[in-house]
């Protein structure tokens, strides 16, 4: 079986971490190390259960400067589930990696791709849909409407998450992408393919400028997978979400532009959905081991309670208004529907 371990940073995820690893052990992972900071949903007590039940290992944040994550990956790198993997899967908790060959596994992606030593996914970001009220149930069957997979707002490079094989020639972990050292030779340079299995472009290899370290043109680079990314979910658990700050950095708040640029439900893509009964049986076999229930159904409590005591506040009263008003695009999306006459 090939060992593939998954490595994230969460801060009062709560309701969704059941989601997350379930569906994760669906498509091949087999280990999970989470870091977690400053929790108050509960998420830190519920991965305390999880790994007692051996399915992850939970590690408090080690982050000194507040690089949360970069922290985080700095200090995995050198752990055992790390050290041990035939490939390590760095991604979110909101981000879900659909697999469009076989069974929908990432060995099955690998051979795709020809076994690379790196595969780079596009991601899909999945809007609000009008989903106003949070529930309790799978996040990837709740929300089907996203932007055109070759074009975000009017930007066709769009960012990646990546899979990185054990002999990647590896200088660090990046939250994107893995870094080599630029003065690998030529016939050391790594194999490494986008999510239809070709090679990446160069001038993301070769980090051409700020915005290429991150992205590159998504247009062909879906064939095998891409990266479904969930980063607004409903409106309540986004008004959450502002209040609790980003988990990978300090002093980030999200509010009205983040939401703007990733609420662009132009397209319709539910391929994910094929893995939905799977999914659900899978999770309540999680909540039915002990203790896992109960504090699954303790961090929902919390997350509803604490979209009420945000409600109760007049920003939240007016961010939540301001949302529910904006238009359906991107901004630079909605300047150009307008220069080209079409309806807004």
């Keep these: 079986m090939m060992r593939v371990t998954a490595v994230t940073c969460v801060k009062n995820e709560g ?16 280990d999970f190390l989470f870091y977690s900071n400053d929790c108050t949903d509960g998420t830190d ?13 939970h590690l408090p944040n080690p982050a000194q400067n507040r690089q949360y994550q970069m922290q985080a990956l700095k200090k995995a790198r050198g752990h055992p589930l790390v050290k041990a993997a035939e490939w390590v899967w760095i991604a979110d908790v909101d981000e879900f990696l659909n697999i469009r060959v076989g069974r929908g596994t990432i060995p099955e992606l690998v051979r795709a791709c020809g076994n690379p030593q790196a595969i780079s996914l596009s991601f899909q970001f999945f809007a609000n849909g009008g ?24 930007d066709t490079a769009i960012e990646v998450k990546s899979l990185v094989r054990r002999d990647f020639p590896l200088d ?36 051409a400028s ?24 409903s409106l309540d658990s986004y008004l959450v979400k502002n209040d609790r700050g980003d988990v990978n950095r300090a002093h ?12 662009d439900g132009a397209w319709r893509e539910e391929s994910i959905l094929r893995h939905l009964p799977a ?25 509803r309670a604490r979209c009420a005591e945000l ?31 079409l309806p807004c």
């Design 15 to 30: 309701p969704f971490l059941l989601e997350w690893v379930a569906y994760n052990r669906l498509i091949g992972v087999t």
């Design 45 to 57: 007590a519920l991965l305390d259960a999880l790994q007692e039940a051996g399915l992850v290992c």
């Design 131 to 154: 989903v106003s009220r949070f529930e309790d149930r799978p996040v990837i069957g709740q929300f089907r409407q996203t932007h055109n997979p070759d074009i975000w707002a009017t």
């Design 172 to 207: 660090y972990y990046g939250a994107h992408r893995p870094f080599h050292d630029e003065e690998v030779p030529e016939e050391r340079r790594p194999s490494w393919t986008d999510g239809s299995g070709r090679p990446v472009p160069g001038p993301f290899r070769r980090r």
């Design 210 to 233: 700020k915005r290429r370290i991150r992205a590159f043109p998504a247009r062909g680079a879906r064939r095998f997978a891409s990266l479904n990314h969930y980063a607004l979910r």
């Design 252 to 263: 980030r708040a999200f509010e009205e532009d983040y939401w703007r640029d990733r609420n």
């Design 279 to 303: 999914l659900e049986a899978e999770m309540a076999r999680l909540k039915a081991l002990p203790g896992i229930g109960a504090l699954h159904a303790e961090a929902v409590r919390r997350h």
């Design 311 to 341: 409600m109760a506040q007049p920003h939240y009263q007016a961010l939540r208004n301001r949302l529910l008003t904006l238009p359906p695009y991107p901004a630079a999306e909605l300047t150009l529907r307008e220069e080209l006459g």
